[in-house]
């Protein structure tokens, strides 16, 4: 009981430290909600109303989960359905960002190729405790950096091949597979997806200091235990997203993935 009211202080004073949870935080918040919107909704952006219902969203979900994770945490089994859950909904995502057809299941291939390895690696080792509460962080952000690397090498492959369309006959001609000659048009752009994980590990604690470093800081860590979970966090979302970059050029080059119909609104538009 005493070390459970002192893990509760020392939790409470890592988030006073970081941001106290006032009336404050809230007023701003919603301030800078509204300076997004009436920025994006501006000039050459054009999406307020996007960041306005991402905004929204963001506050009914994190509510939610916030509830729910609470209850999940104390049993591996719903721990276990919560990471589905959270890998569906990346599944989805990342799908209906790289295309509007029914291809946007296929979605579900590279974001399990990146993140069900290094998990099952993690638990296989024993550097990931069997329980919720180490589980669904760990899974998050592996799910979360898969899914950001799917949805951009989907929509930038796609992009390049509707644009260099002429290429990829004119590869055809000289006797290139379809699977060759479309890979070779769009590999260096779908490539391109990897740089804002490149950019994070090469800046990390001289540009940015990562949540997981910080949190890690502020709830009692030393430094050196701080930046080796931040470090292989980095790693790992590297490795993630390198595989899950692969697949996604595999399943474009190969047909499974593509644009889709061209109604219905224009394929990867933001929402």
């Known amino acids: 009981m005493v070390h459970q009211l002192d893990l509760t202080a020392v939790t409470r004073s890592a988030a006073d430290q970081l941001l106290p949870v006032t009336p404050g935080l809230a007023v701003v918040t919603a301030v800078l909600l509204a300076a997004a919107v009436a920025v994006a909704g501006r000039g050459l952006l054009g999406h307020g109303h996007a960041v306005l219902r991402a905004g929204l969203r963001a506050v009914v979900q994190l ?7 609470t ?8 721990s276990a359905l919560f990471v589905l859950l959270m890998f569906a909904v990346a599944v989805r995502t990342a799908g209906r960002r790289m295309t509007r057809g029914p291809a946007w299941v296929w979605a579900a291939a590279p974001i399990a190729a990146g993140v069900v390895p290094v998990l ?3 638990l296989a080792v024993g550097l990931l405790p069997p329980k919720g509460l180490s589980v669904i962080p760990v899974a998050g952000i592996l799910i979360g950096g898969a899914l950001t690397a799917t949805s951009l090498a989907g929509r930038r492959a796609l992009d390049e091949l509707r644009q260099r369309h002429g290429e990829v006959e004119a590869a055809l001609a000289l006797g290139f597979e379809e699977r060759d000659a479309r890979l070779e048009i ?14 994070q590990t090469r800046t990390v604690g001289l540009v940015t200091l990562p949540g997981a470093f910080v949190g890690m ?17 980095l790693v790992a979302l590297l490795a993630v997203e390198s595989a899950a970059i692969v697949v996604v050029l595999e399943l474009v080059a190969r047909g499974r993935v593509t644009a889709g119909p061209p109604t219905g609104g224009r394929p990867g538009g933001i929402g």
């Open 186 to 199: 769009c590999r260096t752009a779908a490539a391109t997806s990897l740089v804002p994980a490149l950019d």
């Open 120 to 122: 099952g690696l993690l």
């Open 63 to 69: 509510a939610a989960v916030a509830l729910v994770i």
């Open 71 to 78: 209850w999940v945490v104390g049993s591996l089994w719903w």
């Open 217 to 233: 800081l502020l709830g009692g860590a030393t430094p050196v235990q701080a930046g080796a979970v931040q470090l292989f966090v």
